[in-house]
């Protein structure tokens, strides 16, 4: 168990829908890493949050957005969903202590869209 | 682009052989890791590199660290069924608490 909580596990959603993926840090971490692990593209970086700030932004869509709330966990919306956007998503966080980036995966939120 | 390519993709082997996976860039990294994911799961932390010809070890996986800092290799000695997964690097570019650049994997099987 990383420690990094992401629910819902599953979600089955009809194109054009809008969805809210949720994740709760490790105890104590700052940092937040979102990203979309799809079988032809790989693990994709999306968006990093640092202490409730944008940090880093990857490939992440304009239908896309995050945020970080003050208590630490992050919300990852996507909306006008297209059947392109079926994919894995994980969040990641990092201690505030570690000098190289380390990323403790939570187990991910499996999105088909239909 | 990816930023770090793995080789080989696709790596299906017999209990109790040897295997090494690569991960190439031809950027420099302050740091490398090695993370293990399995079906439905997400990606374990392995290891973390970051001394440019460094060496670790753990129990039967040893990683290397490129001397420019530029690439990673993946031993595996006597590889068990157990070992089967998806086999991901992943690179820190420098910048504290910085994203993380992944490569695309090597799927590992290793057969009884």
């Known amino acids: 168990d990383s420690g990094v909580t992401q629910t819902p596990k599953h979600l089955i959603t009809a194109t054009g829908q809008r969805v809210t993926l949720r994740c709760s840090p490790r105890?104590?971490?700052?940092?937040v890493y979102w990203y979309q692990q799809s079988l032809d593209q790989g693990l994709q970086f999306l968006i990093q949050?640092?202490?409730?700030?944008?940090?880093a932004k990857g490939n992440i869509l304009e239908r896309f957005s995050a945020q970080q709330f003050p208590d630490l966990h992050s919300e990852l919306n996507l909306s006008s969903l297209e059947l392109g956007d079926s994919a894995l998503y994980f969040c990641?966080?990092?201690?505030?202590?570690?000098?190289?980036?380390?990323?403790?995966f939570g187990q991910g939120t499996r999105l088909t869209v239909v | 682009t990816q930023l770090l390519e793995q080789s080989p993709q696709f790596l299906s082997i017999q209990e109790g052989e040897n295997l090494t996976v690569y991960c190439n860039s031809s950027?420099?990294?302050?740091?490398l890791q090695w993370y293990r994911q399995e079906p439905g799961e997400g990606p374990v932390l392995l290891v973390t590199?970051?001394?440019?010809?460094e060496v670790k070890k753990l129990k039967r996986l040893t990683f290397q660290f490129g001397d420019a800092r530029k690439d990673s290799s993946l031993h595996i000695t006597a590889a068990q069924p157990g070992d089967t997964g998806l086999y991901l690097c992943?690179?820190?570019?420098?910048?504290?608490?910085?994203?993380?650049?992944f490569g695309r994997g090597t799927q590992l099987t290793v057969w009884p």
């Open positions: 990641a966080s990092s201690p505030w202590y570690s000098l190289n980036t380390e990323a403790f």
């Open positions: 105890s104590g971490d700052l940092s």
């Open positions: 949050y640092y202490n409730g700030e944008e940090r």
């Open positions: 950027s420099v990294f302050s740091s």
């Open positions: 590199v970051v001394t440019g010809g």
């Open positions: 992943a690179g820190d570019r420098g910048s504290t608490l910085g994203r993380l650049y």
